[in-house]
Each structure stands twice: as structure tokens, then as C-alpha cells.
Nanobody, 124 residues
Framework: QVQLVESGGGLVQPGGSLRLSCAAS????????MGWFRQAPGKEREFVAG?????????RYADSVKGRFTISRDNGEKMVYLQMNSLKPEDTAVYYC????????????????WGQGTRVTVSS
């Protein structure tokens, strides 16, 4: 049974930082591209960042987070991370990690597995 479990969300002030983690189990983790998506209240879920499978360093980011967020993975620990710096109120959302076997995609429909999400609130 495949499980993706996110953690690390919380309340942070504007300009602050958070590091989200996603622990994977039940799949050959290194063979999956991983993505982070988010869904703000009243909005559609959107792509945030993605990282290629195996030991590729290829990544992709939404324009809204470029230069502020960094995605990384540890294949040995079956973990994917999202380091979020210079957070803004508009980054407030539930953040989800997702896995797919065929490279990075910005379309949520193309992901095979999803976590339950972790909530991030950016507010003073």
C-alpha cells in the first residue's frame, strides 16, 4: 500500500520560512518523480514544484515561488522536501505531495499517488 505523508506545516509570519517533508512508503521511491501542489481556500489546486526521479537534479517551479522555494529529495530515506523561504500571505494553502512515474508534470491529473496534505498559514 502506497502512502505519502506530509508534515511540517503551521503558522508563520510573512517573511518567515518553513520546511515541508513528505515521507513515502510502499513504492519504489527513486523511480518516481515527485511534486508539491497547494490549494488555497476557494481556489483550485495548483502546481508548486517538481523533481525528477532517480538521482536527477532536474527541478521545476511555479513562477510564483521561483527563487523562494526549493524542492529536494533523499532517495535513501524516501523523503521529499519543500524549503519555503520569504513566505507571503498568498502562500497560505494546504500543501500536498504527489508521485508519478513519468517525469515532472504540472498537471495534477497525471499523478498516481497523493498525500493527505499539510496546512500552511502565513499571517502576522
Amino acid at each position: 500500500q502506497v502512502q505519502l505523508v506530509e508534515s511540517g506545516g503551521g503558522l508563520v509570519q510573512p517573511g518567515g520560512s518553513l520546511r515541508l517533508s513528505c515521507a513515502a512508503s510502499g513504492l519504489a521511491f527513486s523511480g518516481y518523480a515527485m511534486g508539491w501542489f497547494r490549494q488555497a481556500p476557494g481556489k483550485e489546486r495548483e502546481f508548486v514544484a517538481g523533481i525528477m526521479f532517480y538521482w536527477s537534479t532536474s527541478t521545476r517551479y511555479a513562477d510564483s515561488v521561483k527563487g523562494r522555494f526549493t524542492i529536494s529529495r533523499d532517495n535513501g530515506e524516501k523523503m521529499v522536501y519543500l524549503q519555503m523561504n520569504s513566505l507571503k500571505p498568498e502562500d497560505t494553502a494546504v500543501y500536498y505531495c504527489a508521485a508519478r512515474t513519468r517525469g515532472i508534470s504540472e498537471s495534477e491529473d497525471e499523478y498516481d499517488y497523493w498525500g493527505q496534505g499539510t496546512r500552511v498559514t502565513v499571517s502576522s
